[in-house]
């Protein structure tokens, strides 16, 4: 069911560019089971990356855990105009935590977007913009440019209610959950900070789903766009509505 909700203006502010947290690996164990489209590689996905990227509207940090092999073999290596930061994690939800640590060390404006991505996503072009759209919604904290394809067809979410919200390119839902790319302004992400750690603790997979699910009891919203703007590359999972296979050029 979807509950239409027009937006009203917004006096929600946004601080300076978006900062991009973008995360690799030279291994990643829990991704070799996963079906993804023809001609996939992580390579593929940061070229896309970073050809989307406007960058007098962002700034970009690439976070590498080269626990299972030296950063100078990864493809990221023929990237050195880009800023890395190397650690040692060697799953996926220590990783994570590393990252979390870092971005909160970090002397940020509470109303800086904080976008954190993983390394086998794929974007639309002008997703900045739609970004700032859906974050400057009255009372959005969370906003995803997945546009989930299993809660469309999932038993679990027959039932599954949404607000529709209406910004200037998109439409939007209220979704319960999403993976750990997503974007939030920094001050939200320091007030939620305990709930991100303990759901990345004593587990080499962080529990995302459980995790959104648990912002959301404790008021949080967390939002999608109709058809999504980037894909988790899972073929059978993509965002529909999107030839994305092109977009692996």
């Known amino acids: 069911m979807f509950l239409l909700r027009r937006s009203p203006p917004s006096a929600r502010t946004i601080h300076g560019k978006i900062e991009v947290f973008a995360r690799h690996c030279i291994v990643s164990k829990i991704s070799q089971h996963k079906n993804r489209f023809p001609g996939y590689s992580r390579e593929k996905c940061f070229r896309n990356f970073i050809s989307t990227l406007d960058r007098d509207q962002a700034n970009l940090t690439l976070i590498l855990d080269s626990f299972y092999g030296k950063s100078d073999g990864h493809f990221l290596a023929g990237y050195p105009q880009e800023k890395i930061v190397n650690i040692q994690a060697g799953t996926e939800a220590l990783s994570f935590l590393q990252l979390l640590a870092y971005i ?49 067809f999932l038993p679990i979410y027959s039932h599954l209610t949404s607000r529709i919200f209406i910004t200037p390119n998109s439409h939007w839902r209220t979704i319960p959950s999403t993976t750990n790319t997503f974007a939030v302004r920094f001050g939200t992400l320091l007030k939620d900070l305990p709930v991100h750690q303990r759901f990345s603790c004593n587990c080499s997979i962080s529990r995302d789903h459980a995790k959104f699910c648990s912002l ?34």
């Open 104 to 152: 909160v060390s970090l002397p940020l404006h509470p109303d800086t977007i904080i976008y954190i991505v993983e390394d086998d996503y794929l974007h639309l072009p002008g997703w900045i913009p739609l970004m700032r759209e859906g974050l400057l919604l009255p009372g959005v904290d969370y906003v995803t440019l997945y546009d989930h394809r299993d809660k469309y």
């Open 216 to 249: 959301k009891r404790r008021g949080r919203l967390l939002i999608s766009p109709m058809p999504g703007w980037s894909t988790h590359c899972e073929s059978e999972f993509a965002s529909p509505c999107v030839d994305w296979e092109r977009f692996l050029g």
